[in-house]
């Protein structure tokens, strides 16, 4: 099975501030998919962010951008203009490109302080 | 993005009763959902896999005869907790993949008393 590491369980920022959520994965698969899911108080799970492995350029969506380096395996989230409603755990997943089973980090707990 | 309704989104009940969950998918068809479950504060635990009209797929370690998971349209997964104990009070999840991400349900939370 693919292994999905996020190795800060709590980071916060302040209000206003950027911050970048780290992310690094094990795979043997050439072509696959990286997300990121956030998971606000309500716990409903939304998706925030999704990188095509065969695409060299980053993906972004508004104030969230990541930094996709492939030979590091390293997939992390950066949070510009950080708002109060960012607060949220943050699940850093991957996608095989055959199969449908997606493998997700521990998370990490974001704080935004005022 | 694609919407997937889940329900209840909070029930109670005695040990020893069962408990179903529905999970649609409500703009899209989903041949294949998943069921998580999530601890507090902790990652979602893929519980087993659900395939419209065959059987469901099981995580090792998850009790196929307590957790059934009925699949029985694109559109309608259920989770059925059967004698329900205790130690099955937790959050579950649903989740449904189109074009290569995954949707999720809001959530359920059980507590069995």
């Known amino acids: 099975a693919q292994t999905v590491t996020q190795s800060q369980p709590e980071m916060s920022v302040q209000e206003a501030e950027t911050v970048t959520l780290s992310c690094t994965y094990d795979?043997?698969?050439?072509?696959?998919?990286l997300f990121w899911y956030k998971q606000p108080p309500s716990r409903q799970m939304i998706l925030v962010i999704r990188?095509?492995?065969?695409?060299?350029q980053n993906a972004t969506e508004n104030r969230f951008s990541v930094n996709f380096q492939k030979a590091a395996k390293s997939f992390s989230l950066k949070i510009s203009d950080s708002q109060l409603g960012d607060a949220a755990m943050y699940f850093c997943a991957y996608r095989g490109n055959t199969g449908n089973q997606f493998y997700f980090g521990t998370g990490t707990s974001l704080t935004v302080i005022p | 993005g694609a919407v997937v309704s889940q329900h209840p989104s909070r029930v109670i009940c005695k040990s020893g009763t069962s408990v179903k969950i529905e999970c649609r998918s409500l703009?899209?068809?989903?041949?294949?959902m998943f069921w998580y479950r999530q601890f507090p504060k902790q990652s979602l635990m893929l519980m087993a896999t659900?395939?419209?009209?065959?059987?469901?797929?099981?995580e090792q370690g998850v009790e196929k005869d307590k957790f059934l998971i009925n699949h029985a349209s694109l559109t309608l997964s259920t989770l059925t907790v059967t004698s329900a104990h205790p130690e099955d009070s937790s959050f579950y999840i649903c989740?449904?993949?189109?074009?290569?991400?995954?949707?999720f349900g809001s959530g359920t939370q059980l507590s069995v008393l």
């Open positions: 795979t043997s698969e050439s072509d696959y998919y």
């Open positions: 990188q095509e492995a065969y695409k060299q």
């Open positions: 989740s449904a993949s189109i074009l290569r991400k995954l949707f």
């Open positions: 703009d899209f068809q989903a041949t294949t």
């Open positions: 659900s395939n419209e009209g065959s059987k469901a797929t099981y």
